[in-house]
């Protein structure tokens, strides 16, 4: 079955303890991204990957960081949380050829609460 | 620049009778445009999309979308609403500006009445 997991689905934390989020797809997609879900505005790009090592910031990037060692796996870091990173977070993939008109496949999502 | 714009945050509608969620969108390119829906505590499930082939668009569970470019308009209608409709819903434009970057509009919660 064709899927995007995260791991953890919730998680509360203290200020300023790292924490990384972990997004991992079995599509074999090129793209993959990470977006926060806030009441009222949306979801907002985090971050993004093109391939294997290309990663690049999106609207909302501080206080974050990704990496992309590998195709499948996209984790998203929390270096030193604060409570402003409350939020729902989304992992996405999708093809990167064609990705402008592809389905975007995504996770269902990490609650993460920082007090 | 590139944006969407979800004219109702709100929505309430009878079981049964239509649905129309409304979206607007702005792009220097030929966007491409997509519903997608988030029920409570679940990820988002595409619901449809354009990709400038036919602008009426249908998608799944008997929605559809018609695509007018005049109006750079994109708006979700349904003909008869189910209970099980009741979710937020999101309209996303992937406009070519290379940096394949997703913008979704704030959402629009449908409410239905019994």
């Known amino acids: 079955e064709a899927q995007v997991t995260q791991n953890p689905r919730y998680l509360i934390t203290v200020t300023g303890k790292k924490l990384t989020v972990t997004c991992s797809q079995n599509?074999?997609?090129?793209?993959m991204s990470w977006y926060r879900q806030d009441p009222g505005l949306g979801l907002r790009q985090i971050y993004y990957?093109?391939?294997?090592?290309?990663?690049d910031k999106g609207d909302v990037p501080e206080g974050y960081k990704v990496s992309r060692k590998e195709k499948r796996n996209f984790p998203l870091i929390l270096e030193s949380p604060s409570p402003n990173q409350t939020s729902l977070y989304f992992c996405?993939?999708?093809?990167?050829?064609?990705?402008?008109?592809?389905?975007?496949?995504f996770g269902q999502g990490t609650r993460l609460t920082v007090v | 620049a590139q944006s969407v714009t979800q004219l109702d945050s709100h929505v309430s509608v009878s079981e049964g009778t239509p649905v129309l969620l409304r979206c607007n969108y702005s792009s220097s390119y030929s966007p491409s445009l997509f519903w997608y829906v988030q029920h409570p505590n679940k990820g988002l499930q595409l619901l449809l999309k354009?990709?400038?082939?036919?602008?009426l668009v249908k998608g799944i569970n008997g929605f559809e979308a018609e695509f007018k470019k005049s109006e750079t308009s994109f708006h979700l209608t349904k003909p008869s609403a189910h209970m099980s409709d009741a979710a937020e819903y999101f309209c996303v434009v992937s406009p070519y500006s290379g940096t394949y970057k997703y913008i979704f509009g704030t959402g629009t919660r449908l409410k239905v009445l019994a």
């Open positions: 599509m074999n997609h090129e793209y």
């Open positions: 996405a993939s999708s093809r990167l050829e064609g990705a402008l008109d592809t389905e975007a496949f």
């Open positions: 990957s093109m391939n294997v090592e290309v990663t």
């Open positions: 354009y990709t400038s082939a036919a602008t």
